[in-house]
């Protein structure tokens, strides 16, 4: 009898099993194939637009200020206002550009979006409501809900909002447009696929920031790479930015420190034992 019971039991069991491999099958089948490697046009944060003042970014009076410092001091061989270049993470919405490729693995509670060189970003869509705490990112906390648009039963769209970023973030690398120092900001996303080409995502993404005089929309576009290649990058290594300061030196080859622009004046040595006359 106990010989019996057992032979039903693991019968029952590998039903289970096997009702669960067909459920979680049905399940996968309900979502888009956004499998592989994705690469984001080279250019400014709008790619439609040319970099810098060409990307006409509604920015405040205030900011527009900052902007043009910031272009000034690139002028000028210093790093304007980017600050990557001390590692820190490009963060919201920049990481979003996808210069170096980005990856989507689709779940049905989380869409992870995987970067190189850079923490992962997770999409909730679990249909969790806002946490009343969140300890702030750089690419902050984001909650997201699938739609089928074409009404064929099949999740084709992701619509993400993204809140509780830290700073400081600009929109670019190349040119540096500020984003607000209160870090306020809140991004929203419409993720799709191209209905004539299954290799080309969309991501129409809008900003929403008070250095902005309204919404900023810049609808990108990634292309999905034949044959993937993943680069092992840490940022740090061989990073010869020094900050000190309001001020950016660099480290020779000898590992003294050297100015990073010509006529730069020397680093505040105030709390070094100064030698003796």
Not at 99 to 107: A, D, I, K, P, R
Not at 181 to 199: H, I, M, S
Not at 216 to 227: D, E, F, I, L
Not at 245 to 261: C, T, V
Request: charged content about 25%; some cysteine; proline content about 8%.
């Amino acid at each position: 009898m106990r010989f019996r019971n057992a032979i039903g039991a693991t019968a029952l069991a590998a039903a289970l099993l096997t009702t669960m491999a067909g459920a979680s099958a049905q399940d996968a089948a309900k979502y888009p194939d956004w499998s592989g490697q994705w690469l984001g046009k080279v250019g400014g944060y709008d790619p439609s637009k040319p970099p810098g003042r060409g990307q006409q970014a509604p920015l405040t009076a205030e900011y527009q200020a900052i902007f043009e410092a910031g272009l000034a001091d690139y002028q000028a061989g210093g790093q304007g206002n980017n600050p990557t270049y001390l590692c820190i993470p490009p963060g919201m919405p920049r990481i979003m550009m996808a210069l170096q490729g980005v990856e989507f693995v689709v779940t049905p509670k989380i869409t992870y979006v995987l970067f190189t060189g850079v923490l992962p970003r997770r999409i909730y869509t679990d249909g969790r409501d806002w946490p009343a705490e969140v300890e702030p990112g750089y690419s902050g906390y984001s909650i997201g809900k699938w739609l089928d648009t074409s009404g064929n039963g099949r999740f084709d769209t992701l619509e993400v909002e993204t809140r509780h970023m830290k700073g400081p973030r600009s929109f670019d690398g190349a040119t540096g447009i500020p984003l607000h120092k209160d870090n306020e900001t809140v991004v929203k996303e419409r993720v799709y696929l191209d209905k004539a080409d299954r290799d080309v995502l969309h991501n129409d993404v809008t900003t929403f920031d008070h250095a902005l005089t309204r919404p900023w929309t810049a609808n990108k576009t990634y292309h999905r790479q034949k044959t993937a290649i993943w680069l092992d990058e840490d940022c740090s290594e061989n990073n010869t930015h020094v900050s000190i300061g309001n001020q950016d030196y660099l480290k020779s080859w000898d590992g003294l420190l050297m100015p990073a622009r010509k006529d730069q004046p020397p680093p505040d040595l105030r709390y070094f034992k100064q030698p003796s006359k």
